[in-house]
């Protein structure tokens, strides 16, 4: 196993959507002892970063380390070594990143036992969709296990650590398939012709199972970022649906993103390499790399792109500058599964920040209350922003 990969399930063991068989294969990773160097300083990151802080110094984290991995086994213990330096190592992970509360950790408090702290209502989304067959079958790949999904005519269909992939062998009947994601749900898949996609939260693409034209086409709905194959004899095309604002983009061979959520004021694209045209209707724009179009009111309007903000979300992360925060509490609610209401005018909030995709939403809002400008409640999934003038 490659260190990006025990990487992946470790994370997905620490934010608890883990499926067996990848914790079968985390378990067996971990007992080879192979990879302590990679668990130790994925451990020591955790006691540093991944929950509030505990007052510890550095040789503080170091001893704790050393305490995990060099623990001598009870001589009335009889489990195996291997097993024991598994279970130590999930001990520290949960610690480190699940079930402890600041008080827990404190240095100053050794008396109290370890509690259960309850499941976390807002918790941040992770890789999960749901894939339709041609024929309507429906997998849900948020536990559909590594390997081998399906056979559409000449094609197979894979899934392996959150990816989906497609390789056609021979020509084919086209077939389309869909992938949708949920609120709180991510995924990438590479079509048949080696292309790479990766959608963000409540959004969809519809696809061939094999390109078998002159022209590549899918559609999608939401978010998603492209890195299109070079096919120069077979320029591909994405139709974005979104309420009234539909448009087409054509590409040759590039990277770009498109956001085009129905709930959001403009669809736009922007472009990271390459070349596109965008058109809607008879209006028709060529993009170069760096530039964003914003289709509004059925006029394009072309700007430098903001790709760090753009792309924020598909490295893990949320980035906002001089964000208004219902732009802002929209993208949080595709991510968390919350739903926003608002108690007051709020229209000339605007944020700066950033922050990772990783951390529950708990944590993230209070961030954005720390500037003193808003303030949230919450109530189970529902929360409700007002001004911090108000309070």
Do not use: C
């Amino acid at each position: 196993m490659t260190a990006e990969e025990l990487t992946l399930l470790l994370d997905k063991y620490k934010q608890n959507y883990i499926t067996s068989d990848e914790k079968n294969r985390l378990f067996d990773a971990i007992n080879s002892g192979e990879h302590d160097e990679l668990l130790h300083a994925d451990i020591l990151q955790s006691l540093r970063g991944e929950v509030p802080s505990a007052g510890w110094e550095d040789e503080d984290h170091s001893a704790i380390l050393n305490a995990i991995f060099q623990a001598d086994e009870p001589e009335t213990l009889t489990v195996v070594s291997n097993k024991r330096r598994f279970f130590l190592y999930a001990a520290a992970a949960v610690i480190a990143g699940i079930i402890l509360t600041t008080s827990l950790l404190h240095k100053k408090d050794p008396v109290k036992a370890p509690t259960l702290a309850k499941k976390q209502v807002l918790a941040p989304g992770s890789n999960k969709a749901m894939l339709t067959l041609a024929d309507g079958t429906q997998i849900p790949l948020d536990s559909a296990a590594n390997g081998a999904l399906a056979q559409q005519g000449n094609t197979r269909i894979s899934n392996a650590n959150g990816q989906l992939s497609y390789q056609a062998n021979g020509s084919s009947a086209v077939m389309y398939n869909t992938v949708t994601t949920p609120h709180g749900g991510q995924y990438q898949l590479t079509l048949a012709d080696g292309s790479r996609v990766w959608l963000n939260a409540a959004s969809s693409i519809r696809f061939p199972t094999a390109f078998t034209g002159k022209e590549r086409q899918v559609s999608i709905t939401g978010e998603a970022y492209f890195e299109i194959a070079q096919q120069p004899n077979h320029p591909f095309f994405v139709q974005v649906n979104a309420a009234d604002k539909d448009l087409t983009v054509k590409v040759l061979g590039t990277s770009f993103n498109i956001m085009a959520y129905a709930d959001e004021k403009a669809v736009k694209t922007a472009l990271v390499d390459g070349a596109v045209q965008v058109e809607h209707g008879n209006q028709k724009s060529i993009l170069k790399p760096g530039l964003e179009a914003s289709l509004t009111d059925n006029n394009f309007a072309i700007a430098q792109a903001d790709l760090e903000q753009t792309l924020a979300w598909k490295d893990g992360k949320f980035r906002f500058r001089s964000t208004n925060i219902k732009t802002i509490m929209r993208q949080l609610s595709r991510w968390y599964d919350m739903d926003v209401a608002y108690n007051g005018d709020v229209s000339d909030i605007d944020l700066t920040g950033v922050i990772s995709r990783r951390e529950d939403a708990g944590k993230l809002l209070k961030a954005l209350e720390a500037t003193q400008r808003v303030h949230f409640e919450v109530n189970g999934h529902n929360v409700t922003v007002s001004p911090a003038t108000l309070h």
